[in-house]
T-cell receptor
Framework: DAMVIQNPRYQVTQFGKPVTLSCSQT?????MYWYQQKSSQAPKLLFH???????NEADTPDNFQSRRPNTSFCFLDIRSPGLGDAAMYLC???????????????FGPGTRLTVL | SQQGEEDPQALSIQEGENATMNCSYK?????LQWYRQNSGRGLVHLIL?????REKHSGRLRVTLDTSKKSSSLLITASRAADTASYFC????????????FGRGTSLIVHP
């Protein structure tokens, strides 16, 4: 089945120790998103890609970086995790809007990040 | 501030009852989407309604959109315990940025 896969599902890191979360998709969608979601809050968009075109949200901390080496894979790098970065990180994909507004987003199961 | 705001924040009902959740937003939109999230999981798309549509149905789900009031509602009929989840609306504002903005969500508990 076509899907969005996130690895790992649970990640524990130490304060200040870099961590990388990964996302892969078999849907061949050209748009990929990374969200941060804290408990009982809305998903907050960190960045998104239209193909290789990277779009950073204005309030995304510099501590967060992303890479998209090809259509299928996207990575979220947290260079120096702080306690406030503990959250669920969600990856999503969609087809390009093509002038009609956003299409349905397909989400992965998320990676729960714990910072000790 | 967030584009979409759902209310109520929490809703507790008995199985078989209908559940209604509302979403209000601030600026003109291209479309509005509703998503469901089970505890600790990713979001699942339920319905997309475009700005020129007023109502859509999918199984036990009914979504309405009132662009003059900048609001939408999600109705789940004959609810089941398995409908227990958080429900989010997401909008993308007109202007070509295609940035999805999620509301805070409504937490629905359906008691068996």
């Amino acid at each position: 089945d076509a899907m969005v896969i996130q690895n790992p599902r649970y990640q524990v890191t130490q304060f200040g120790k870099p961590v990388t979360l990964s996302c892969s998709q078999t849907l061949n969608h050209n748009v990929m998103y990374w969200y941060q979601q804290k408990s009982s809050q809305a998903p907050k968009l960190l960045f998104h890609y239209y193909d290789k075109d990277f779009n950073n949200e204005a309030d995304t901390p510099d501590n967060f970086q992303s890479r998209r080496p090809n259509t299928s894979f996207c990575f979220l790098d947290i260079r120096s995790p702080g306690l406030g970065d503990a959250a669920m990180y969600l990856c999503a994909t969609s087809r390009h809007p093509q002038g009609q507004g956003l299409n349905e987003q397909f989400f992965g199961p998320g990676t729960r990040l714990t910072v000790l | 501030s967030q584009q979409g705001e759902e209310d109520p924040q929490a809703l507790s009902i008995q199985e078989g009852e209908n559940a209604t959740m509302n979403c209000s937003y601030k600026t003109s939109i291209n479309n509005l989407q509703w998503y469901r999230q089970n505890s600790g999981r990713g979001l699942v798309h339920l319905i997309l309604i475009r700005s020129n549509e007023r109502e859509k149905h999918s199984g036990r789900l009914r979504v309405t959109l009132d662009t003059s009031k900048k609001s939408s509602s999600l109705l789940i009929t004959a609810s089941r315990a398995a409908d227990t989840a958080s429900y989010f609306c997401a909008t993308d504002a007109t202007g070509g940025s295609y940035i999805p903005t999620f509301g805070r969500g409504t937490s629905l508990i359906v008691h068996p």
